[in-house]
């Protein structure tokens, strides 16, 4: 997520703690330090994402990153946590496709040219019978000499339609299956955003100090 300097980016929406404070220079057990609530974590509404006209499909394309998917959308790159979120993205590193250069020391680093070029696994092609009726789907992995036997105008067939799939096809389609997200209208952000700041509001408790702040207590620290 951006580091930006947005109203809007992530690490702005998270409460503070007022923390014991661990510096080496603190004066006594009670000096506190106002932090980021980082262990914060937001539990969104099932019928926001229940609501399909409120998202549009989108292929990322190419290297791009969330924060420029949130700037071509709402023109703002600290939102690009809103993407994520809404996607359900929560480990960047291994959800969101991975840029051609990444990709490319990805490869070197777990196989060689050889391995690359090797059979991962085999799949169905599209299979059709004479009058156009799907037999087989493609894309289901299947063992090597995979064959189906069907009736086609009365007339028993069998038919083998595979492919093989290299293990560089093998990660590059893993990589491309996660280009494919839903962003969330721009009509429907100003609720995600009210409705996000209403879930990371504290409530009431003995740690309350208001509802972006609370103080907690560390038993474990020692006074220098």
């Keep these: 997520m ?9 690490f702005r929406q998270l409460p503070d703690l007022d923390y014991p404070s661990l510096a080496n220079d603190r004066t006594s057990a009670y000096d506190y ?11 969104l509404r099932d019928d926001i994402f229940d609501e399909v006209t409120a998202f549009t499909k989108y292929s990322i394309e190419g290297d791009e990153r969330a924060d420029q998917v949130a700037y071509d959308f709402y023109k703002d790159s600290g939102l690009d946590w809103v993407i994520l979120t809404t996607n359900n993205i929560v480990h960047v590193r291994d959800e969101w496709p991975m840029s051609n250069r990444d990709f490319l020391t990805y490869l070197n ?18 299979l059709r019978s004479s009058n156009g009726q799907l037999i087989q789907p493609e894309g ?15 007339v028993l067939r069998t038919e083998s339609k595979i492919k ?21 209208r721009s009509e429907y952000l100003n609720l995600f955003l009210e409705d996000f700041a209403n879930i990371m509001e ?8 208001s509802n972006d702040l609370k103080k907690t207590e560390n038993p474990r620290l020692i006074s220098p």
């Design 109 to 126: 680093s777990k196989y060689t040219s050889q391995e690359l070029s090797n059979i991962h696994h085999y799949e169905t092609q599209v």
């Design 140 to 154: 289901l992995r299947v063992p090597n000499g995979h064959s189906i036997t069907f009736i086609d105008n009365g």
């Design 202 to 209: 504290y409530k009431e408790s003995n740690q309350f100090v």
């Design 33 to 43: 330090k106002i932090v980021k609530n980082i262990f914060k974590r937001a539990v």
């Design 2 to 10: 951006t580091y930006s300097g947005s109203p809007n980016s992530y």
């Design 164 to 184: 093989q799939v290299t293990f560089l096809e093998h990660e590059t389609n893993l990589n491309d299956a996660k280009r494919n997200i839903n962003i969330l």
